[in-house]
């Protein structure tokens, strides 16, 4: 099993960046694929996630309306579009997947539901 992210970098405050993570080597399609990022010093935050079986999503409240999560499933990658940067933003963004997990709209992800990881991909929000 392997989660392969790309895409981070250093964009400028208001910039874009797209996120792409690419999966391999599961015997079924995993159900559930998040996004988290962790900034130092602080704990892994579940940013979004999207679910296979419906296609139905998950935001945090920080980035609601200026992050979009979706997959290509014939591809079997994850993408997360980032708009509207801010400088908060800036933390090494992880992919996670997990078989039977099921993302909840109103709810939150938490680490401990996915059981694979990627490297991690660093994005900076600098001026």
């Known amino acids: 099993v392997q989660l392969v992210e790309s895409g981070g970098g250093l964009v400028q405050p208001g910039g874009s960046l797209r996120l792409s993570c690419a999966a391999s080597?599961?015997?079924?399609?995993?159900?559930?694929i998040a996004w988290f990022r962790q900034a130092p010093g602080l704990e892994r935050e579940g940013v979004s996630c999207?679910?296979?079986?419906?296609?139905?999503?998950y935001y945090a409240d920080s980035v609601s309306g200026r992050f979009t999560i979706s997959r290509d499933n014939a591809k079997k990658t994850i993408y997360l579009q980032m708009d509207s940067l801010k400088p908060e933003d800036t933390a090494v963004y992880y992919c996670?997947?997990?078989?039977?997990?099921?993302?909840?709209?109103?709810?939150?992800?938490?680490?401990?539901?996915?059981?694979?990881w990627g490297q991690g991909t660093q994005v900076t929000v600098s001026s």
């Open positions: 996670a997947a997990d078989a039977d997990y099921y993302c909840s709209a109103d709810g939150s992800v938490l680490p401990g539901d996915f059981g694979s």
């Open positions: 999207i679910n296979r079986s419906d296609g139905s999503t």
């Open positions: 080597g599961f015997t079924f399609d995993p159900n559930a």
